[in-house]
């Protein structure tokens, strides 16, 4: 097998993996766009499986920046999610009283005169907050 065609072969591999993974992310966007209705989604999706390379081509076209902007809600969502659920654990994990320890503490820090009340109110309403 000639050097060329070796390089051929490997470039029509990489495009048809580059297709795939294209079509699979239009398809994904497709389903996931709030914006668009049922039958919309049902257009595009017709649109992109009967004539799938002018389909998709047209689909980055016309909505190509709303994808990417979906895509980046979607990653702050999870972001949020995740960092929500460490807190969560974290929290839970040192026991339910930490919260009240935390605000005995501010209490008697207040007491002692070392946090001024404006010091303590807002110490207490984060810790609350959480």
Known sequence: MPLFDVFWTML???LWIVWF???ITVFADIFRSDDLSGWGKAGWTIFAVVL???G???YLIARGRSMQDRQ???AYDMDQATRAYIREAAGSGSGSGSTTD???RLAQLHDTGALTDEEYNQQ???L???
């Open 12 to 14: 029509l591999f990489f």
């Open 21 to 23: 993974w294209l079509l």
């Open 52 to 54: 799938p390379y002018l």
């Open 56 to 58: 998709v081509l047209i």
């Open 72 to 74: 980046r809600r979607q």
């Open 102 to 104: 935390e605000l005995a």
């Open 124 to 126: 207490k309403s984060r």
């Open 128 to 130: 609350l907050a959480f």
